[in-house]
């Protein structure tokens, strides 16, 4: 695997192989990667000629800078990861080289930037933006493969596609589950052993209400969520919602003819973990 650190360069190698009509494949994370990862460098062997991956802890997508100081980083067992997984070609941009100027682009997604992770986590959806169209500006990927862990971001990335009418399919991925159920995520090994116990109560609670949905109301499902989280003192709940899939309205009635997901952002201890399940 070849490693990049300079667009330019990164853009060059490219070139070769668009010009013999091979189709790019690109995987954008921000490192500490897992084999939730390794899944999407395999999504994107199985599906394209050419796999890129990307690791840039993009500063203006964090609006608490705490969560940004103390973001995992693991680059030689990335780059160890990313070497056995077969992927290619290797992009780890400094901040200059993906932000060269004090310009930053403006991003605007309607409704889904005022909801869920929109409203807890002010302008992130606006730097997810800013960070992935200046990396589609420079991978020029045919498809590009994203976790459904992150549900709502997957949204935002189809929208930013079609806003700047980019060539591109976004493909969202399974999530990848640990032994007991978490879900796959960088920000787990920040998590201390209690914590790491704890948090397995996350995709657990999330399959009991999909066991009784039919049977409360959602509402009663929502507060009977609220009530298990506030009892687990190392928990909190930030937001438990159960909408519709397609367009993420909050649904007020259950309708098993209507594809539905729940969606949850807990803090455990400080770290604040995102889970959904989709119910089709
Ligand atoms: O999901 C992530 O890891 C990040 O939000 C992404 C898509 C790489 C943009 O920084």
């Not at 800013?130 to 020029?140: A, H, N, T």
């Not at 995709?203 to 209400?209: C, D, I, S």
Request: charged share 20%.
């Amino acid at each position: 695997m070849q490693v990049f650190y300079n667009i330019h360069e990164l853009k060059l190698k490219l070139a070769e192989f668009a010009f013999l009509d091979k189709t790019i494949g690109f995987v954008p994370t921000m490192g500490a990667l897992h084999d939730g990862h390794v899944s999407l460098i395999n999504f994107s062997k199985k599906q394209c000629d050419i796999t890129v991956c990307s690791i840039f802890v993009n500063p203006t997508q964090f609006n608490n800078s705490e969560d940004l100081a103390h973001y995992p980083k693991t680059p030689e067992n990335d780059i160890l990861l990313l070497t056995n997984a077969g992927c290619d070609f290797l992009y780890m941009p400094s901040v200059d080289d993906i932000y060269p100027t004090d310009f930053h682009r403006t991003f605007h997604f309607g409704y889904l930037e005022t909801i869920l992770e929109g409203s807890s986590r002010a302008g992130h959806f606006n730097g997810v933006g800013q960070v992935v169209s200046i990396l589609f500006d420079g991978v020029k990927p045919h498809k590009a493969f994203f976790g459904s862990k992150d549900y709502q971001q997957v949204m935002v990335v189809k929208a930013l596609v079609k806003q700047l009418n980019l060539p591109i399919e976004i493909v969202s991925c399974p999530i990848l589950r640990e032994s007991d159920g978490l879900a796959m995520s960088s920000r787990n090994m920040r998590l201390n052993v209690q914590e790491r116990k704890v948090a397995a109560l996350i995709p657990k609670l999330m399959n009991e209400v999909i066991g009784m949905i039919e049977l409360l109301d959602i509402e009663e499902a929502k507060k009977w969520m609220k009530h298990q989280i506030e009892n687990e003192p190392l928990m909190t709940l930030d937001y438990f919602e159960i909408c519709d899939a397609e367009s993420l309205h909050e649904l007020k009635e259950y309708d098993s003819t209507v594809s539905t997901v729940l969606l949850i952002a807990v803090f455990v201890g400080k770290i604040r973990l995102i889970d959904n399940l989709l119910i089709s």
